[in-house]
């Protein structure tokens, strides 16, 4: 890692508050700002963190300290575009939690400002950057998988209790977690999309946005491949447990994420006997991959047993994900490293569901990508 400092101000610290330490722990980072609309709140968790310059309730007003070099964005998912887009147009960098927009426009918008501006915009893309997916790319990088011949992901949850914007979400309006690591395991980019709507959610959530699927189906095809994908989604009236699931089959051995979390996954090899096809693995960390100051943050942060949010509730702490984004986002903005999703793959993931679940309300119909999802 180079000498530098990223000096990095935080928006939205309820979830975002877990990024707090991790910043301050790595020796390229420095904590300058914190911004949070309660001013109570605000200043109990910066002295928390013993940030005591850069107290913000005015987001406008962090964009306009000079100290500040990037922008971690953590707001309501309404407000993700209108937020990266001040930042780029103020010179800032952007981590940005999920998904990017809400809209093709806004998604078109955010990259058409990030090369404008010269900055970095990185999407925090959970799953890619988690042990399991760790686990499954050194398998498919050291070439133990053979040739991929399909991946499927989901994600399934039970939205009932969360902040009101999510009710009646479309599924797949948040489809990164499933989208980010079909697409991420050979760095490919999606070409078009087909999607079906299954089920029906109570009546009150369906007509606030529109969408009565209780699930959303979709078949993906890569840019310059031969390999497709299915990813699927539930938000609500769905009997199912927490589940971010990553399947990968490959001509010599396939992966597949456990049904019940908690227990091991399972590979399968190619030419043993049938009874011994499958074998249940155990997946290791990757905190080596990291500055020895932010490895402990694989296992524990803010969030624990004695300190709930229901990301960390039904999300099983994002697989050690937390510092592993923070490391590539700062590599990306000191030492010009192409991290993964940059601001065309942030755009093409989350353009994935927005056009999935265009198809399904019409009946399962083609779309194909739009053309600044595809040029790098």
């Not at 490959?250 to 019940?260: A, I, N, T």
């Not at 155990?282 to 490895?295: G, M, Q």
């Amino acid at each position: 890692m180079t000498n530098k400092t990223l000096r990095v101000g935080l928006v939205g610290l309820g979830f975002g508050a877990e990024f707090i330490p991790i910043y301050q722990a790595h020796p390229n980072a420095e904590v300058v700002a914190l911004c949070q609309r309660n001013e109570q709140s605000l200043n109990e968790l910066a002295d928390k963190f013993g940030v005591s310059a850069g107290r913000y309730t005015s987001y406008e007003q962090m964009l306009a300290d000079p100290n500040v070099d990037a922008i971690h964005i953590n707001t309501p998912i309404g407000d993700h575009a209108k937020h990266s887009i001040m930042a780029l147009e103020a010179g800032k960098h952007v981590a940005c939690t999920v998904p990017m927009a809400t809209s093709v426009e806004d998604c078109e918008r955010i990259v058409n400002a990030t090369k404008k501006s010269g900055k970095v915009y990185m999407m925090m893309e959970t799953v890619v950057y988690s042990r399991e997916y760790l686990f499954v790319k050194e398998m498919y990088d050291r070439g133990e998988l053979g040739r991929i011949q399909f991946l499927q992901a989901s994600h399934q949850q039970d939205m009932d209790g969360w902040p009101s914007y999510w009710e009646g979400m479309p599924p797949m309006h948040y489809a990164t977690h499933c989208v980010g690591p079909v697409l991420g395991l050979q760095r490919k980019l999606a070409s078009q999309v087909q999607c079906i709507g299954s089920g029906k959610i109570r009546d009150e959530f369906a007509g606030i946005y529109g969408s009565p699927f209780a699930i959303e189906s979709c078949h993906i095809q890569m840019q310059d491949s031969d390999v497709g994908a299915r990813i699927y989604r539930s938000l609500y009236d769905t009997a199912r447990q927490y589940r971010e699931s990553f399947d990968v089959y490959g001509s010599e051995k396939s992966y597949e994420w456990p049904l019940v979390e908690g227990e091991d996954p399972v590979i399968h090899t190619r030419g043993k006997p049938e009874p011994e096809a499958p074998e249940k693995v155990s997946v290791p960390d990757y905190a080596h991959l990291l500055p020895e100051e932010i490895r402990a943050f694989t296992g524990h942060g803010v969030y624990d047993e004695a300190n709930e949010h229901l990301s960390f509730t039904q999300g099983g702490g994002h697989g050690g994900s937390h510092p592993h984004l923070v490391h590539n986002f700062i590599r990306a903005v000191l030492e010009n490293y192409n991290a993964y999703p940059n601001v065309v793959e942030s755009a093409n993931i989350t353009c994935v569901g927005i056009l999935a679940h265009e198809s399904a309300l019409a009946g399962g119909e083609l779309k194909a990508m739009p053309a600044f999802t595809l040029d790098q």
